[in-house]
């Protein structure tokens, strides 16, 4: 017989023996079932409740909710677009026979210039220079005509921009706030073409290069007629609209520039939405650390809200998002000296007011606006704005921190040694400049909406929205 152990019973001893085993055992089967979870949760993150989801984005950078999306279908040219290719490549088209829309908008740039000038060259001698730096023909597609207010339709009577403007100036101007659709239709300028939107469509903006002096230099329509007269792709005019379309010079000339949009309108090229963030969306490709944070900051409300005009969100059927709302805003870059019409000090280009577009030249409210960019295939540009001033992203960045914190940084000083903040906008309209919208709604001195780390992470989210992604 074995002696007792002293002050007890041998069965409490026993039972605790098994219980640590049952005890172990159970936190094996516990640990083996969280790791099959989690390998679950990582291979279908979609699968994942919400708040799994999220825990899973932030480890792995998949996308926890992946969606289908509906990509303009990829057809085969139509014989109009195959026309308009040939014209958008034609330099014969121009008075110095050295200029073709290409020139300006380069195939290999997203459809933006090769080189980095402020801006491009142009003219019968190409020794003009031009006035804004030529944006990406990327991503238009989707471009409603200009309007005050949500799109008009397409209607016969014409719209009257005065009207419009003046109905508007009652009505209290929306903060605009990343991710949340705002409550009402907003009542400002949005849609069109150019940085001011004074063109409405790909058709009737194509003659504006073409007879502008300091472009394509033609001097009228005609002139135009007669160049397409000798192309030798003339044929295919008469093949597709009749030969009697030869004795009609205006005609001739109407489609043509029909022709060029349809080329833009029908060729993938101009929205391949084949960037890292598109297959991300999707659910095919995973997102850096830093691509990632660069993400949730670009949509924070409260901090860089980007996504408050350049929206990152695909719409609930599936359209990709384009990142501009279409709208317009001033937001008071500084004035650029490279540019050569910026040595008159009295000039000022103040976009939807003019001057180079004069319909809304009174609705001073509307001075210094101008149309929000697509964000797609931005890090492949050279210059940013409307007017160029900057040359790389972190040069943006900073604009946007340090506007109102520290404008010193931004802007020039006087002789007087005082900081010139807006010096691109008459004092009367400098009340126009958004300072209500997140990360411009600091105030001098504040602590910036980003840190360095923030900026360099928003970076490299934005690198994800270049085309031709390749794992
Ligand atoms: C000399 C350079 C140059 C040439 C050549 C040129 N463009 Fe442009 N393009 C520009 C500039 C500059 C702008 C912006 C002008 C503005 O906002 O006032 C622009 C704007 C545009 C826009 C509006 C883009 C937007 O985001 O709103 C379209 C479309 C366009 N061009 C198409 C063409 C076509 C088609 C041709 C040939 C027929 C052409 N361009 C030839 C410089 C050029
Ligand atoms: C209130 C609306 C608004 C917000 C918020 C906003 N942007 Fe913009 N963004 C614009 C407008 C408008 C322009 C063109 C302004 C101009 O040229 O005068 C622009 C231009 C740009 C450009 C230059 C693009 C080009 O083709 O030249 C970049 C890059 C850019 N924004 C990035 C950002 C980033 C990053 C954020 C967040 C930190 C941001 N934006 C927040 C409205 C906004």
């Not at 944006?135 to 921009?161: E, N």
């Not at 359209?319 to 008159?344: C, M, S, W």
Request: glycine share 6%.
């Amino acid at each position: 017989m074995r002696p007792l152990p002293a002050g007890g019973e041998p069965g409490p001893v026993i039972t605790r023996r098994s219980w640590l085993r049952l005890l172990a055992w159970s936190a094996a089967g516990l640990v083996l079932v969280l790791a099959a979870l989690s390998a679950y949760a990582l291979v279908y993150p979609a699968r994942m409740p919400p708040a799994v989801g999220e825990i899973v984005e932030n480890i792995t950078g998949a996308n926890p909710h992946p969606v289908q999306l509906m990509r303009p279908q990829n057809a085969p040219l139509s014989a109009v677009a195959l026309l308009g290719k040939q014209i958008f490549f034609d330099p014969t088209l121009s008075a110095s026979g050295m200029q073709s829309c290409a020139s300006c908008h380069s195939p290999q740039h997203s459809y933006a210039p090769d080189n980095a000038f402020p801006v491009q060259l142009g003219g019968a001698h190409m020794t003009q220079t031009g006035y804004r730096p030529p944006p990406s023909l990327a991503y238009l597609y989707r471009q409603a005509p200009f309007s005050i207010g949500p799109d008009q339709g397409d209607t016969d009577v014409p719209v009257d921009m005065t009207q419009l403007a003046t109905q508007a100036a009652g009505m209290q101007r929306a903060q605009k706030t990343a991710l949340a659709a705002p409550a009402a239709a907003a009542m400002v300028p949005q849609g069109g073409l150019f940085w001011d939107g004074r063109a409405d469509t790909l058709q009737n903006q194509a003659l504006g290069p073409l007879t502008n002096p300091v472009e394509m230099a033609n001097a009228t329509e005609e002139d135009v007629a007669r160049k397409l007269l000798q192309t030798k792709y003339l044929d295919q005019f008469k093949q597709i609209f009749g030969p009697s379309i030869v004795s009609n010079p205006s005609l001739l000339v109407s489609e043509a520039m029909f022709a060029v949009g349809r080329y833009q309108i029908e060729d993938q090229s101009f929205h391949a939405f084949t960037s890292k963030y598109d297959y991300w969306l999707e659910g095919k490709t995973r997102l850096t650390h830093a691509e990632l944070h660069g993400l949730q900051l670009f949509n924070d409300k409260d901090k860089a809200n980007c996504a408050g005009c350049h929206l990152s969100q695909p719409s609930r059927d599936g359209l990709p998002p384009v990142f501009t709302d279409t709208q317009y805003e001033a937001l008071g870059v500084p004035r650029n000296p490279a540019i050569p019409a910026n040595k008159d000090p009295k000039y000022f280009d103040m976009g939807v007011c003019g001057p180079f577009r004069d319909d809304l030249a009174k609705q001073t409210q509307y001075c210094g606006m101008f149309l929000t960019p697509t964000l797609r295939n931005v890090a492949e540009r050279k210059v940013f704005f409307h007017n160029g001033v900057y040359h790389d992203l972190k040069q943006v960045m900073d604009f946007y921190n340090l506007r109102n914190t520290e404008p010193a940084k931004i802007y020039p000083r006087d002789a007087s040694g005082k900081v010139q903040k807006y010096n691109d906008l008459p004092p009367q309209y400098q009340a126009n400049i958004d300072s209500a919208d997140a990360p411009f709604d600091r105030k001098f001195g504040d602590q910036p909406a980003m840190t360095d780390q923030d900026i360099q992470d928003i970076i490299a989210f934005m690198k994800t929205l270049s085309d031709g992604y390749k794992e």
